[in-house]
C-alpha cells in the first residue's frame, strides 16, 4: 500500500527565509503523481504545486519549487522569500492512476515577523 | 476561474440522525471524490464515483455511506445514521479527463452531538 511521510509536525522560519519541507512516499508503482497542498485556519485546500513522476525536471511556481528525488522517493517542497501569508498547514499527497489522494500528517509552518 | 462548491459550510445533527452533503463540482468534469479530515489529523480518501458509480473506496466507507449524483450537476455524500466519531471536514473534489489534479471545494465541517 502506498504511504506518505511527513516527519516534521511543526516548523518555523523568519519572514523573507527559506524554508524546506520534507516529505518521503511509497509506492510500488512507476507511474504517479505528487502534490503540495496549503490548509490556512479556513482550511480550505489549495494546491500549491504538484509533479509527474516521469519528469525528471523538478516543478517549479514562483516562491515555490520542488526537490524530487524518484530513487529516493522524495519530494521536498521549499518555500523562498517566505511571507506572513505561507503560515497554513502543508500536506504532501500521492496519486496513481487510480487518481486517489493519499494524504500525509500535514507539517504546520509558522512564519516568524 | 470555475470551482467547486459545497453546501453547507458547517452542519450540525445529533447522532443517529441522516445527513446529506451537497457538492457541485467543476461542470465538465467527471470524476468526483469525497475525502474527510478529522481535526488534526491527516486528510483520508474515503470514495471515487465516475460514470454514475462507485469506482474505488476506502475501509472507511462502510454500509453508512452512500454517493449518489442525482441530477447533472450535484454530488452528494450521504451518512445514514451519524456517530460522534463522523465529526469532521468532509471535502468534495473533482477531476477532469484531461488531468489529474483535482480541485477541491471548500468544505462541510460536520458536527455531530
Known amino acids: 500500500a502506498q504511504t506518505v511521510t511527513q516527519s516534521q509536525p511543526e516548523m518555523s522560519v523568519q519572514e523573507a527565509e527559506t524554508v524546506t519541507l520534507s516529505c518521503t512516499y511509497d509506492?510500488?508503482?512507476?507511474?504517479?503523481?505528487l502534490f503540495w497542498y496549503k490548509q490556512p485556519p479556513s482550511r480550505q485546500m489549495i494546491l500549491v504545486i504538484r509533479?509527474?513522476?516521469?519528469k525528471q525536471q523538478n516543478a517549479t511556481e514562483n516562491r515555490f519549487s520542488v526537490n524530487f528525488q524518484k530513487a529516493a522517493k522524495s519530494f521536498s517542497l521549499k518555500i523562498s522569500d517566505s511571507q506572513l501569508g505561507d503560515a497554513a498547514m502543508y500536506f504532501c499527497a500521492f496519486s496513481d492512476s487510480n487518481y486517489q489522494l493519499i494524504w500525509g500528517a500535514g507539517t504546520k509552518l509558522i512564519i516568524k515577523p | 476561474e470555475p470551482e467547486v462548491t459545497q453546501t453547507p459550510s458547517h452542519q450540525v445533527t445529533q447522532m443517529g440522525q441522516e445527513v446529506i452533503l451537497r457538492c457541485v463540482p467543476i461542470?465538465?468534469?467527471?470524476?468526483f471524490y469525497w475525502y474527510r479530515q478529522i481535526l488534526g489529523q491527516k486528510v483520508e480518501f474515503l470514495v471515487s464515483f465516475y460514470n454514475n458509480e462507485i469506482s474505488e473506496k476506502s475501509e472507511i466507507f462502510d454500509d453508512q455511506f452512500s454517493v449518489e449524483r442525482p441530477d447533472g450537476s450535484n454530488f452528494t455524500l450521504k451518512i445514514r445514521s451519524t456517530k460522534l466519531e463522523d465529526s469532521a471536514m468532509y471535502f468534495c473534489a473533482s477531476t477532469g479527463t484531461d488531468s489529474y489534479e483535482q480541485y477541491f471545494g471548500p468544505g462541510t465541517r460536520l458536527t455531530v452531538t
Open positions: 461542470s465538465n468534469h467527471l470524476y
Open positions: 509506492t510500488s508503482e512507476s507511474d504517479y503523481y
Open positions: 509533479q509527474e513522476a516521469y
